[in-house]
């Protein structure tokens, strides 16, 4: 039984991962908002490099789970 929740919840895991990749291109698709929002971009460009490495380090390829 504990064993299914784990399952189910690690799934769940993979597909919030890819949720979340696609929220950021949504995000990023809006273009820029004049000069101020030149560093926010610039930091949100680089937490997204390193979410977008961090899925496969833990297993995550194309909103599935893989073994690592």
Partial sequence: ???TGLIVGVVGLAGLFNS???AVDKVQ???TFGSESQPL???FKAIK???ERWGPAV???QGRLFAA
């Fill in 20 to 22: 979340c990749l696609e």
């Fill in 1 to 3: 039984m504990e064993a």
């Fill in 59 to 61: 297993g995550i390829k």
């Fill in 49 to 51: 490099a390193r979410f």
């Fill in 41 to 43: 971009d610039a930091q």
């Fill in 29 to 31: 698709s809006y273009g």
